[in-house]
């Protein structure tokens, strides 16, 4: 792995490759729970073994764009791929929007204070026996 600390930080800086780099984690499964648990076929598995070990590859080279600091806490790379991670979270088209009308008792029936315990806060509990008839 023969990439200066300087290219692999300017990669790093820049959002179009954290990008990048999530779309490898995605595409080889690093994240995923793709497996063949049990499976007597070693070809499958060699295979997406090898797809995650060349995308852990291209973490540790991404990785070597933090600062010496970082390096030595981090040297597995986690603080990297929590950047990847992060970018792809806070893309836009990523990001599931609620419309602002929508809240979470607007299916309910009837308004606010028709229903039993709606009381307003100064009436709390000041009437509960049962009324008969």
């Given at each position: ?79 990297t791929m929590q950047a ?35 009381e307003p806060a100064g ?11």
């Amino acid at each position: 792995m023969s990439l200066p600390a300087e290219d692999a930080a300017f990669l790093l800086g820049r959002v179009e490759f954290r990008r990048f780099l999530h779309a490898a984690i995605q595409a080889a499964g690093l994240l995923g729970h793709h497996g063949m648990a049990g499976s007597t076929q070693e070809g499958p598995l060699a295979f997406l073994e090898g797809r995650r070990s060349l995308c852990l590859d291209l973490v540790a080279l991404a990785h070597r764009g933090q600062d010496e600091a970082t390096r030595q806490r981090d040297p597995l790379g986690l603080t990297t791929m929590q950047a990847v991670i992060q970018t792809a979270l806070s893309a836009k088209d990523f990001r599931l929007e609620r419309p602002a009308s929508l809240t979470r008792y607007d299916e309910l029936p009837g308004e606010p204070g028709d229903g039993p315990g709606d009381e307003p806060a100064g009436n709390l509990g000041a009437d509960r026996r049962p009324r008969t008839g």
